[in-house]
């Protein structure tokens, strides 16, 4: 069975702050992809990382793939009240049509 | 450029009636999946279908669940006789090309999902 998971669970922290989201997984992945869904709506695609040591940026958010390709990191600096939602991670496995998915982190950031 | 198009947002069913949960892909995408998530959870894959062919079933209960992606229309996921641990929000997602071996993948365009609820 192949697991990805993801901490923390649940986080919420005042605005202004910086927190780290985790993925981990004892799979490698070809890619593994952050997504962010709001309440009643369909997860969003963020980011793609490909490349083990990959490190992308939007903005305030900075996504990493391990050198393994088997876990991957967000990190959000100075949140906001905007960044609250649930982050998602996907891993895509080659040869394998699903994503593997984390349990979601449950972000709310206070005003 | 609509995105993923699915309907109806919400749908509530007693138990033991179908429901029907359709799912229009993006423009110049051949490509879906269904998923399902369960509140505070991630999502599990069910099936992804090509035009007029299911690819991968493997994440959909054998009984009372079927999918399809006609030649023409929007791909249907059917759920027979539905009881209420079928109730969750199931999600749609097109892509324009297979999803394995894509190193450079371009993720996944969600629809907004049908939320199911089995009364």
């Known amino acids: 069975t192949q697991l990805l998971e993801q901490s923390p669970q649940f986080l919420s922290i005042q605005e202004g702050e910086n927190l780290t989201v985790y993925c981990n997984s004892s799979?490698?992945?070809?890619?593994l992809q952050w997504y962010r869904q709001e309440p009643g709506e369909g997860p969003v695609l963020l980011v793609t990382v490909v490349t083990g040591g990959e490190v992308k940026k939007l903005k305030r958010l900075t996504f990493q793939f391990g050198d393994a390709r088997k876990d991957s990191s967000l990190h959000i600096t100075a949140a906001q009240p905007g960044d609250t939602g649930l982050y998602l991670c996907?891993?895509?496995?080659?040869?394998?049509?699903?994503?593997?998915w984390g349990a979601g982190t449950k972000l709310i950031i206070k005003p | 450029n609509a995105g993923v198009m699915q309907n109806p947002r919400h749908l509530v069913r007693r138990r033991g009636q179908e429901a029907r949960l359709r799912c229009s892909p993006m423009?110049?995408?051949?490509?879906v999946y269904w998923y399902r998530q369960l509140p505070e959870e991630g999502l599990k894959f069910m099936v992804y279908l090509q035009k007029e062919n299911i690819i991968d079933e493997s994440g959909m209960p054998k009984e009372r669940f079927s999918a399809e992606f006609p030649k023409e229309g929007p791909s249907i996921l059917r759920i027979q006789q539905v009881v209420r641990g079928d109730s969750a929000a199931y999600f749609c997602?097109?892509?324009?090309?297979?999803?394995?071996?894509?190193?450079?993948?371009?993720?996944?365009?969600f629809g907004s999902g049908t939320r199911l609820t089995v009364v």
């Open positions: 423009k110049g995408h051949s490509h």
């Open positions: 996907a891993g895509e496995i080659v040869g394998n049509y699903q994503l593997i």
């Open positions: 997602a097109s892509s324009p090309t297979a999803p394995f071996g894509t190193s450079k993948a371009d993720g996944y365009t």
């Open positions: 799979s490698v992945f070809s890619s």
